[in-house]
């Protein structure tokens, strides 16, 4: 079970109403595992998918195109749980969840994916070729129709997570460690997206489906408003609608992106969970916010870079 602490936060400097990047790759507790050479690589892959995901906005491309290259980068890491890393089920298969909304409203989801190489493709594939929301475990031919690239089922699968799988099973439910993986843009026209990618928790039941692809639970952005996307206990995150609750809170309440975030994580916290937060506004600046021991995160804006791992 989580055992939640008081929130913290962290506030981006530099981009009042310019371009920005917020990128997460999990909360949770640092885990027994846990070394000072795994954190530098996090660090490292951290401030890769922020480059990746900022030059597309320096170049002037879309939220979306940002987030995506920021995610891919992400995925393809094996420290993350998502993509190539991602968790494994209880019975020993990488089971991913992907979602990809824009601050238009459009969105697209997948669940359930184990041969899709990068998931967050998938989705994207769902938002922008299909009139449909979300697929679970969508077909080989519906994933060769996309375009989407996929992989054998062992290429997700590390030793890392087999031992963690072999740990959780004979100790008890990992619920501590996370890795899921999340980016938030606003691009130079000041729309919003934000993308969420995730292989669930350690030792899941087969077809248990987390907040990540649920628009809303794990992902939301409202060009209005705010992007949003959470890692920590996704059924905490379903019970509160927990990034939806953010854009509600500051668009009915009045309140800031951060009392928006602490004031959800409060709400998790009460529905038996734990977790992070990002928070990108319309206009101002962005938002880190958990109430987990840790989350890997970090934000890139005209004039200012940081992260932590
Ligand atoms: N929220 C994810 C899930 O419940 C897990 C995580 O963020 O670590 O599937």
């Known amino acids: 079970m989580a055992s939640s602490s008081p929130v913290k936060s962290i506030v981006t400097k530099g981009a009042e109403n310019g371009i920005l990047l917020v990128v997460h790759g999990g ?9 000072p050479e795994r954190q530098a690589q996090v660090e490292k892959d951290l401030q890769r998918a922020l480059d990746a995901g900022y030059a597309k906005l320096e170049a002037g491309a879309s939220a979306e195109d940002a987030v995506v290259a920021a995610i891919h980068v992400m995925e393809d890491a094996t420290e993350f ?16 969840d992907a979602c990809l909304m824009g601050g238009d409203g459009e969105v697209g989801a997948v669940a359930g994916v184990h041969t899709v190489k990068n998931p967050i493709d998938a989705a994207r594939a769902v938002k922008e070729q299909t009139k449909h929301v979300l697929f679970a475990d969508p077909q080989d031919k519906e994933l060769k129709d996309w375009g989407v690239e996929t992989r054998d089922p062992s290429y997700f699968i590390t030793e890392q997570r087999k031992q963690s799988l072999i740990e959780a099973q004979t100790n008890g439910d990992e619920w501590e460690k996370h890795g899921t993986i999340g980016a938030v843009a606003r691009d130079e026209k000041g729309h919003l997206a934000a993308a969420t990618s995730t292989g669930g928790i350690t030792n899941q039941m087969h077809g248990r489906v987390g907040d990540t692809p649920l628009p809303g639970c794990g992902t939301y952005a409202n060009d209005e408003t705010v992007a949003v996307s959470g890692t920590g206990i996704g059924e905490a995150f379903m019970r509160t609608v927990a990034c939806h609750q953010v854009s509600d809170r500051v668009k009915f309440a009045g309140q800031t992106p951060l009392e928006s975030a602490s004031a959800t994580l409060d709400d998790i916290d009460a529905h038996r969970g734990d977790g992070g937060l990002i928070v990108l506004p319309a206009k101002g600046e962005g938002v880190i916010a958990y109430n987990s021991e840790m989350m890997n995160c970090g934000y890139k804006s005209p004039t200012a870079s940081y992260v932590q791992g």
Do not use: E, F, V, Y
């Open 81 to 96: 749980n998502a993509g190539h890393g991602a968790a494994l089920t209880s019975d020993g298969i990488a089971q991913m």
């Open 27 to 35: 909360a949770g507790s640092r885990g027994k595992h846990s070394t």
